[in-house]
């Protein structure tokens, strides 16, 4: 059985339909409907005041300005008789405005608060083969950065484009109303904008989407490369990565020129349109006022509605790129909220009501990539409270057991269980409460040593006392400054690799799992640590099951058995006094070792996989 644990291919994205993704935003915007509707009315408003103004002007020239029937001051009165419904249209409008920048705020703020939740709510459910496969960068970049640009989407653009196209509307109704002759000299224009427009559409969106692919990976490619810069300065990797971090770079700078391409392209073309649009006016409106068939303050009107026309087709390729970002935004978005974990859970998951701890592999086949296997035909029997100690060289599949024990996996033929019940029958959930796994890299959280250790479990102070005795911590948060209230930085910093070994022992202490895992848990401590992790063990594996995994063969001599792996199977098995006996791997190791070699590879078992 092959799965696809979802890698999230930036390139390669499926072409998905603007009508499709305004459902899918639809559906996160209906819970505020009754806002979205309110800002729609005063875009009524605003729209309605705007188009007044023009008006107003032109009724003001004719009726005052170029009225030489009417005495110097009762022009000058009816003036000010205008600027008052003038005024008065302005503050109107400019109220309208205040509400619906507030209610679009308000409803932009809670969408996105929604949104961003559901979508980290999401990234926690995934399996944890996703993870392996898609760089910290590229997930960090659709919570933040797409997040924010289908925030200004909602915020700036979607109601106000409605205003927009109202504007449009009304502008057209007024002019032909005003002078039907000189509005179809206009209209004339329209499918030039018509075809500019949507030649630009096409091409911004295609833009927009290469802008955010080059940024998902040059922020990817910087969050790895900052992760592991110990490495890089360690190996005297800085030029190479430097000539990496330039190429990536420089697909996101040549994917924004092109965008600026366009947009350079576009916005001259609108303005040679407005400007053939306003000598068409002045040619034949002028024409009209010789001719006695047109008011100086018409053509005034209509040179401003025409001013008005093209404002929101200039704002249009500002605020239609912001959408088309959105747009590429909501795909990756939307593409990510649509990954779901590939192992499946049965309808009815069982959760037994306790669990001795036996688990069984029985012709296990399973490989990272399905054509080149890690375990071939592995079969296992662990019974309930035994210590079982895995030894190999890297490559030999001794954490592709653990990882399918802990269902990270599902094998590609075969069958785990535990207690005799199928893996793919329990609550993962469940399945993870009875495995307690110690692994060589801790994950220490920016919070207070208390909370490290019970990780949001409530446990007494006494029961926390007694594990933190058991885990061989308590002189070392005797020293700590606040005790257990200590505040520890981000990534244990602060910690030795010892002390955080032990943290992550008290972990699963205090939640008494019925399989402890302990995988390289001592590679990278003292001595002096190994042998207070070796007194913390004593007790804590004698009524559990244990599977031990080390290359520090001294922490696994006292295993009730002892595997030796190499190529996914199993080489060798017994007690360290029969491997001994055996002269075989076990022993070369074990020699290899007392003489100060330091390795991890015999030759039968070389192999150049990880696992």
Known sequence: MRHDYGYFEEEHLAAVGDIGLWQRIAGYVRPYWRGVALAILLSLVITAASLMIPYLVGVGVDRYIVNQDLQLEDRLAGLARIAWPFAGLICLGFLANLLQVILLEWCGQNIMHQLRQGLFSHLLDLHLAFFHKNPVGKLVTRVTNDIQNMYEMFTSVIVTLFNDLISLVGILVVLYWMNWRLALLITLLIPVIVVSTTWFSRMIRDAFRAIRTSLAWLNGFIQEAISGIAIIQLFLREKDTAEKFVALNRGYYLASLRQIRIFGIFMPLLEVLSTVALAMIIWYGGGEIIRGRMSLGELVAFLSYIRLFFQPLREFSQKYSIVQSAMASAERIFQLLDTRTVLPVAAVPLRPASSVGAFEFRQVTFGYDPD????????????????????????????????????????????????????????????????????????????????????????????????IEQAQLSDFVRQLPDGLATMLGEGGQDLSAGQRQLVALARVLARDPQILILDEATSNVDSETEARIERALEATLARRTSVVIAHRLSTIRRADRILVMARGRIVEEGTHATLMAGRGIYWHLQELQNNGLHSSRAPESASPAAA
């Open 372 to 467: 080149s296997p890690v375990l071939r035909d592995f079969t296992l029997k662990v019974r309930a409270g035994e210590t079982l100690a895995i030894v190999g060289a890297t490559g030999s599949g001794k954490t592709t057991v653990i990882n399918l024990l802990e269902r990270f996996y599902d094998p590609g033929q075969g069958v785990i269980s535990v207690d005799g019940v199928d893996l793919r029958q329990l609550d993962p959930a469940w399945l993870r409460q009875q495995i307690g796994l110690v692994m060589q890299d801790v994950y220490i959280a920016p919070d207070t040593m208390r909370e490290n250790i019970l990780l949001g479990l409530e446990m007494s102070e006494e029961d926390l006392g007694r594990i």
